[in-house]
């Protein structure tokens, strides 16, 4: 049996849950700003509280590691290190693109969310980045990575193969409202970053002994944007 704290604040979103055996517990998720620093240890109190589980009684602490808010990953990744070390628990990392991808596949499976053959889509989750850029990875439905996480800025062109292979490509997250007009072949879905999408990552993760180097370990910031000038510009 494992217990393990889930901490997701790479975004707007606050979010902390309480899992055993990867199946969610009880959670707190706030989407009122970015208060991450004064509130994950309010939810975490309140969540230990509500399900009467003593901290030493945690098997590890997950958090998810990004790529997302610069401030946000700190303040998560801050609070899960402070935990481990007073608790002398293992961290786990869970990729924060991995976790939304969990989220959409867990709210198809409760039928909060519709996409038409489901089965053929390739997943697209998107984190912003400020104006029209996004952090993404896709994914099938399975949950399979299908390439390494990127740095886009969106534009017409973007996922050009993915939207004209006849199966439906579907975005998500925090970043893909805003794309929406730029990729009209894209199935849009509201899904947002949540803690319950570390829940069985982290336990499977744990399992296997895939834990972090506590002393050492950082967010996954990826890299700086690089906009390149049009053809089009270069030739006029």
Partial sequence: MSLILCIETGT???SVGIAKDGELLSLRESD?????????GVFVDELLRETGIAPDELDAVAVGKGPGSYTGLRIGVSFAKGLCYGLQKPLVAVGSLDALAEVAREDYEAGIVQVERWDEATLCPMVDARRMEVYAQLFDTQGQALGEVTAEVIDAGSFAEQRRSGRPFVIFGNGARKCVELLPEATFIEVTPSARGLARLADEALAAGRTEDVAYFEPF???DFVVTTSKKKLLG
């Fill in 12 to 14: 707007d979103i606050c």
């Fill in 32 to 40: 009122e700003g970015r208060d991450h620093a004064r509130k994950v």
């Fill in 221 to 223: 910031y990826l890299k």
